[in-house]
Structure formats: C-alpha cells, structure tokens
C-alpha cells in the first residue's frame, strides 16, 4: 500500500477509536485539520499517477465520512458528503491545480512552473484574443507515455474550463467560480 494510504488509514483507526468522546464538529474538525491536511498535500502532482492508485486515495475520505457520521458501511458517500458539506477531494486537487496555473498566468509563480505550463503567446508569434490564457498542451503518444504528466492533464484541465472563470481579477474570485463551476 502506498505510504500516503497508509497515514490517512492510521489516522481514520484514530478517529474510529475517539469518535464517541467527540461530538460532530469537533469530529469534522479533526478530519480538517489532520486527515485532509495530509490528502493534499502535493495534491496537485499526485493526482497524475494510475487510475488505480488514485483509486485507493479516493475511497479514505468515504471511510472518514463514515466514521465521522457513524454510517453503515454501504451508507452512499455522496449523501454523506452532503451531510458534512465537503466537496469530492478530486475536485478539490483540482481547484489546487487551477490555482496554480492562475498564479503563473498572473505572474506568482516559481520559475520551474513557467517552463512547464507555457502560454501560447510565448510560442506563437501571431497574437490571438486568448493567446494569454490558454496553454500548449504538450504532444503524447498515449496515457501511458506521459498523458498522464502533471503538465498535460493540468493543461488540458485549464484550457477546459470556461474564458470567464479565467478571466477573473483575482485568485479567491477564481477560487470561487471554479468551485461552482465543478
């Protein structure tokens, strides 16, 4: 198992043994700040690897909602989700990735991010109307030899989602509108 499942599944045990000296927010609290905490972080470039992998990550925050709620093991997640107010995780990693991007295209960004997520107007010598905000999505053979890559899928994920969305003036306005847009 991998090691990150392995941490979240400890600390899930953790919740499981504490939950009935704990009320509800302070339950959701703990799942806040020690067991999401752990989830995102480098989200955004782990979010890349295997379908399968990813898999095992996304079926913790269903057990914590579980735990939390103290459901039946077959209680449908998606209505647990909604009883606690959380967003899907992978949403979440995703508005994490979006930010990013919205940091390099608003100039806060480290140097090695703007030589992974390139503009078209940085290549193309022809201007276009949104040769800023969209991105080249590098070229790949198949999902297996590199479509997969943080730059790809953050690329294609970017250049999907709406010209208003990336238009707005700030990040927590971007922030805001990815969340409803998802």
Known sequence: MHPQCTKLSQRISVLRKIRRSLPLD??????????????????????SCSAENLQRVFKLPKRAARVILNADTKANSVQLFRKLDWVPF???????RLS???????GGCPYY?????????????????????????LRFKRETEGGRSFS???TRLWNRIP???RNKPSLVGFKKAIFLFF
Request: glycine share 2%; aromatic share 10%.
């Open 26 to 47: 302070q339950r959701k609290l703990y799942y806040n700040a020690i067991i999401k905490q752990t989830m995102l972080y480098a989200s955004t470039v782990w979010t």
């Open 100 to 106: 990013m991007v919205y940091k390099r295209l608003s």
């Open 152 to 154: 790809v899928s953050t």
């Open 163 to 165: 010209l208003y969305i």
């Open 113 to 137: 991010l703007s030589q992974i997520l390139i503009r078209n107007a940085d290549i193309n010598e022809r201007s276009s109307r949104h040769g800023l905000l969209n991105l080249v999505c």
């Open 90 to 96: 992978y949403h979440e990693a995703n508005v994490n």
